[in-house]
Structure formats: structure tokens, C-alpha cells
């Protein structure tokens, strides 16, 4: 669905738009082509909610990683890479991601070791993880154009009232 690809690219693009220059590459998640610092981000799982959306979406709890990869030449390297996952969880804590798809802030942020070890890979990480719902499909209401004018009318006068908006 588009709801999801909007999704990821826009957490794709908040995490950019947050850390700027300072990392070489922010991606879907490809482990075999990348550029250190980097962030690799990929959608694990996709869950209907508990309960349905009003207005005919189907809710879906998505789980999210973020993979935070370091070269092994990084200075203090653990230290690091706890403080780049670290920054990663407090962006996400509160984002919305600007996308209209987002029905809540992210949940049960966590923060684990990555798979990919210095000693082996030549880079090293951590992975930041959350929950968050999103709304997907074509809901059933749909508003051509918005209110922007209230009529009242007074019962013993008969006098009609307009308030723009």
C-alpha cells in the first residue's frame, strides 16, 4: 500500500532531515552497500491493531528498526554507537514523521546490539526499535470541501446568525 512506502520514506527523510551531514548514507535497509556512519531503516513486522479505525482504515501496529552502523574505526566505537542510537530513539520518541498515515507516536522504544561485529564486518551497531500505528486504505468518509460557515437561527426572533471560520 502507498500508506507504507509514504511511511518509510518518511521516516527515511526525518532522520536525514535530523542529522544532516553527519551520516554518509540513510536507506531502506541493504546491508551490502553501504557507507559508514549509516542508517538503515526497515519495516520488521506489520500487525492489525486491536481495535478497527472509525473511518473504515484498517490500523496496523508497525515495527520499525533502525540499524545505527559504525566503521570499526570509530573512535570509541560502543560508546558511539549507544550515543547514535540514542539520538535516533529521542527523534522518533514524539515524531509523527509529517505523514497524514500516523495515527500515534512511536511505542515501546528499544534499543539492542546490532549483528554486525568489527572483527568480522569491519562495522558495528545498534538497532533502534518501536512500534507505531498507522491507518491504511481508503477510509469511508470523504469531504469534498471543508465548513467554513456556521447558520444559526434564533427560535423567537427568527434572526439568522453566520459565523465564518
Known amino acids: 500500500m502507498s500508506e507504507i512506502n509514504a511511511y518509510l520514506n518518511a521516516v527515511i527523510a526525518g532522520i536525514q532531515n535530523h542529522f544532516g551531514q553527519r551520516l554518509t548514507t540513510v536507506a531502506p535497509y541493504r546491508p551490502d552497500s553501504l557507507k559508514t556512519p549509516a542508517a538503515l531503516v526497515a519495516i520488521e513486522r506489520m500487525e492489525q491493531a486491536d481495535r478497527a479505525a472509525a473511518d473504515g482504515r484498517l490500523p496496523l501496529d508497525v515495527s520499525v528498526a533502525v540499524h545505527c552502523i559504525l566503521s570499526h574505526r570509530t573512535p570509541d566505537l560502543q560508546l558511539a554507537l549507544d550515543s547514535f542510537a540514542t539520538e535516533v530513539a529521542v527523534l522518533a520518541q514524539n515524531s509523527y ?69
Do not use: K, M
Open 97 to 165: 514523521w509529517d505523514v497524514e498515515c500516523v495515527h500515534a507516536a512511536p511505542e515501546r522504544i528499544g534499543i539492542v546490539p546490532g549483528e554486525l561485529r568489527p572483527d568480522i564486518h569491519g562495522v558495528d551497531s545498534r538497532v533502534v526499535l518501536w512500534e507505531q500505528r498507522i491507518l491504511v486504505g481508503q477510509g469511508i468518509y470523504e469531504f469534498d470541501t471543508l465548513i467554513d460557515e456556521f447558520h444559526f437561527e434564533d427560535v423567537r426572533s427568527g434572526e439568522e446568525t453566520v459565523i465564518n471560520v
